[in-house]
């Protein structure tokens, strides 16, 4: 039994689709979240810049006593999940390409055309294929950047023709040319325009590394034996920018009134 918070961070609000399946499955732990909405979007940024953000992020969490690391973001994943197990070598950190890899493994087939999408350093290094191929080598794998689906989706831009459009810019010809019939969601601000790909293309199965990540930290609590018995405190949302749309967003994900959540706002170059 353990009571500490988990701690989840991304590099804005994309990791906050994976927190309604963490409090649906488990409901007695407690959350401390970190969006770094003021610097965001990472997936374009360097390595070097993406880990230097992603540690400071870190040290913040640990600072607030959590007993597991989720980076709900799959540029950082694909960045430094080594980084931070080497920094933080007490405590448990979870990514969410393996736990989102092991899946696609597990449901897909030879006869499936897997379409990636991602950010552009997702798609760069490469590790989506990698963990996929670990676990079943034989699979049809086509990856594509869509750089500008996280700075559209951070200022709201969803339910809306630019967002069709800019959709369409990307994938269309791509879906095409490989014949895709799923789509992997390798970036956590995707599943918020799930619908607009849904719509867009309905013959495609949808796969998201949001509602995976939180399998994976089931499984590695009841591993540890470190479930929480009660939820000692309300769950905690840091964000480097409190945006309006910032705030308007954690209420559409949560399903919640702000005033019903903890939103604070916390800037780590302060
Ligand atoms: N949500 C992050 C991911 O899963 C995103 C992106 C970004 O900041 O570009 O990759």
Same mark, same amino acid.
Request: aromatic letters at 8%; proline letters at 5%.
């Given at each position: 039994?353990?009571?500490?918070?988990?701690?989840?961070?991304?590099?804005?609000?994309?990791?906050?689709?994976? /927190?309604?399946?963490?409090?649906?499955?488990?409901?007695?732990?407690?959350?401390?979240?970190?969006?770094?909405?003021?610097?965001?979007?990472?997936?374009?940024? &360097?390595?070097?810049?993406?880990?230097? *953000?992603?540690?400071?992020?870190?040290? *913040?969490? @640990?600072?607030?006593?959590?007993?597991?690391?989720?980076?709900?973001?799959?540029?950082?994943?694909?960045?430094?999940?080594?980084?931070?197990?080497?920094?933080?070598?007490?405590?448990?950190?979870?990514? @969410?390409?393996?736990?989102?890899?092991?899946? /696609?493994?597990?449901?897909?087939?030879?006869? =499936?055309?897997?379409?990636?999408?991602?950010?552009?350093?997702?798609?760069?290094?490469?590790?989506?294929?990698?963990?996929?191929?670990?676990?079943?080598?034989?699979?049809?794998?086509?990856?594509?950047?869509?750089?500008? *689906?996280?700075?559209?989706?951070?200022?709201?831009?969803?339910?809306?023709?630019?967002?069709?459009?800019?959709?369409?810019?990307?994938?269309?010809?791509?879906?095409?040319? !490989? !014949? /895709?019939?799923?789509?992997?969601?390798?970036?956590?601000?995707?599943?918020?325009?799930?619908?607009?790909?849904?719509?867009?293309?309905?013959?495609?199965?949808? /796969? &998201?590394?949001?509602?995976? @990540?939180?399998?994976?930290? !089931?499984?590695?609590?009841?591993?540890?034996?470190?479930?929480?018995?009660?939820?000692?405190?309300?769950? @905690?949302?840091?964000? &480097?920018?409190?945006?309006?749309?910032?705030?308007?967003?954690?209420?559409?994900?949560?399903?919640?009134?702000? =005033?019903?959540?903890?939103?604070?706002?916390?800037?780590?170059?302060?």
């Amino acid at each position: 039994m353990d009571n500490r918070p988990i701690g989840f961070f991304d590099s804005g609000l994309g990791g906050l689709t994976s /927190i309604p399946y963490i409090m649906k499955e488990l409901p007695r732990e407690r959350i401390i979240f970190y969006g770094d909405t003021a610097r965001t979007p990472y997936g374009s940024k &360097s390595p070097d810049t993406i880990r230097q *953000f992603t540690l400071q992020i870190g040290d *913040f969490l @640990v600072k607030k006593g959590v007993k597991m690391i989720v980076i709900a973001c799959n540029t950082v994943t694909a960045t430094c999940l080594d980084d931070l197990r080497r920094t933080y070598p007490d405590i448990p950190v979870i990514g @969410v390409i393996s736990p989102t890899a092991r899946v /696609i493994a597990n449901k897909c087939n030879h006869d =499936d055309r897997i379409g990636i999408i991602a950010t552009k350093v997702t798609i760069k290094s490469g590790a989506y294929e990698k963990k996929i191929r670990e676990k079943h080598p034989g699979l049809n794998l086509f990856s594509k950047a869509c750089p500008a *689906f996280v700075p559209l989706i951070e200022e709201g831009i969803i339910d809306n023709e630019i967002m069709d459009l800019t959709i369409k810019y990307y994938l269309d010809d791509f879906v095409k040319e !490989h !014949h /895709i019939n799923r789509l992997v969601l390798g970036c956590t601000h995707y599943p918020l325009i799930a619908d607009n790909l849904r719509r867009i293309y309905p013959d495609i199965r949808i /796969i &998201s590394s949001s509602k995976e @990540v939180a399998t994976a930290v !089931h499984i590695e609590l009841e591993k540890r034996d470190m479930y929480a018995g009660k939820r000692e405190a309300e769950n @905690v949302f840091y964000a &480097s920018d409190l945006s309006e749309n910032f705030v308007n967003m954690i209420q559409n994900i949560l399903g919640r009134e702000k =005033d019903e959540l903890n939103i604070r706002f916390k800037n780590l170059d302060i």
